[in-house]
């Protein structure tokens, strides 16, 4: 089973852009997919949404 762990560095305010990171782990091991600086709530939401959905566990 497949797990993804995100990251999330939340800025202070819409302004600022906040960090994602994503790591998938496996029963072996783990490798970094990816990350990503959105800005705002809708950003973030969304961005966490589309790379979450093939997982069926997801730790925040």
């Known amino acids: 089973m497949k797990v993804l762990l995100i990251g999330v560095d939340l800025a202070w305010g819409e302004k600022m852009h906040d960090g994602v990171c994503f790591v998938e782990l496996d ?29 069926q566990t997801v730790f925040v």
């Open 27 to 55: 029963g072996v091991g783990g490798r970094v997919l990816g990350f990503g600086y959105p800005q705002g709530d809708r950003d973030l939401m969304k961005l966490l949404g589309e790379t979450s959905r093939n997982y």
